[in-house]
């Protein structure tokens, strides 16, 4: 009998061992599971007038309910937004979220340091909603409303996934435009980033204008970053901000500006 107990108690304590060996493995293979993610989906969405491509990535499914596009340069001398976008082609994008980057939206632009395209238009100033014809060379507008392939290539996409939140990343001005669309959410995302939220006044032929125009019930907002690099501190608060609009957040349209900014 004492050696039937010893034997039974072995077999128990083997039975125990081998459940405890297997469980690290089982959970390490549902943690790989959870963190594996498909890789993004490289598309090109136009070319520039110079013929350089502008390159989206697509990361999720195409049949998520939420989809978020973020825009980290138009304004080839304001591309502090390129690490942001950098930044968040490494994050995981949750579950029924689709998540759209398009780092350069002016590629010749960017490659000349200049805020306008290579004709020297201001694309965010030939978007059709309210366009004006602006000669400035600064803020020229085009010949026309979406005279550009860039602004061309832009419509399309916006109009291809309709994202319930579109941000758009610019300089110097160091705050978030809540001027149109959700007011909570660009609020929201300048309380996570640690920007002052504010309302720039009105700008013809802007995308954020034409955005919340065209699709109802969809946000569209400017992030004005500082002057320079992005910080790394400042980077992981743009990080989150992004993802927490890819969470959703509550509807705060009625929230009121609590200052008017003039637009630069």
Known sequence: MTLLRHIATFAVIGAIMLIASSAPVTDARASRRAATRTPPTRVVIGHSVQ????VAWEFGR????RKILVV???????????????????QQVPNGVQLWLV????????????????????????????????????YYSGPRAVSEPETQAAIRLVRRIRPAVTIWYHQHMDLVDMAGGDRGVARRYAQLAGLRPTCLTFLSGVETGWSNHSFPGTTSFVVELPAGPVASDALARHVRAVMAMELGQRSGSATRCDSITPAA
């Open 103 to 138: 780092p350069e939206m002016n590629p010749d632009g960017t490659a000349a340091d200049t805020r306008q395209n290579a004709h020297g238009v201001d694309l965010n100033r030939n978007f059709p909603y309210r366009w004006q014809a602006i000669s400035d060379p600064t």
């Open 72 to 90: 980290g340069c138009i304004h080839g001398n304001e591309c502090a937004g390129l690490a942001i976008t950098a930044a968040l082609r490494r």
């Open 62 to 65: 195409a049949s998520a309910r």
């Open 51 to 54: 013929g350089r491509p502008i």
